[in-house]
C-alpha cells in the first residue's frame, strides 16, 4: 500500500464528501435538509481547487474539470428536489 500525502488524502476527502451526498439523495435526513448538497458543492469547489493545482496532462486535467462539472450539475438538480 501506498501511503498518499496530505494534499491527496484532502482532495479524496473533498471527493467522498460528493459521493456520499449523491449517493444518499433520497434518504429522509437528504429530503428534509439541503444541508449535503451545501457541503458537497463546497467540497467539490475545494475538490477543483486541488485538481488546478496538480501537473497533469491536458487530456487529464480536462477530463477532471468535465467530471467535476458533470458532478456539480447533478448536485444542483438534486437541490432542486430538496423540500418538495
Known sequence: M???DEQTKERI????I???ALNDTYSEANMDSG???F????ALSKFKEGIE???LDESSKTGMIDLIEYLRKKIE????????
Open 35 to 37: 444541508t449535503d448538497f
Open 39 to 42: 457541503m458537497a458543492l463546497d
Open 53 to 55: 493545482k496538480l501537473d
Open 77 to 84: 438538480k438534486r437541490m432542486g428536489y430538496v423540500g418538495k
Open 13 to 16: 476527502k473533498n471527493l467522498a
Open 18 to 20: 460528493v459521493g456520499n
Open 2 to 4: 501506498i501511503q498518499p
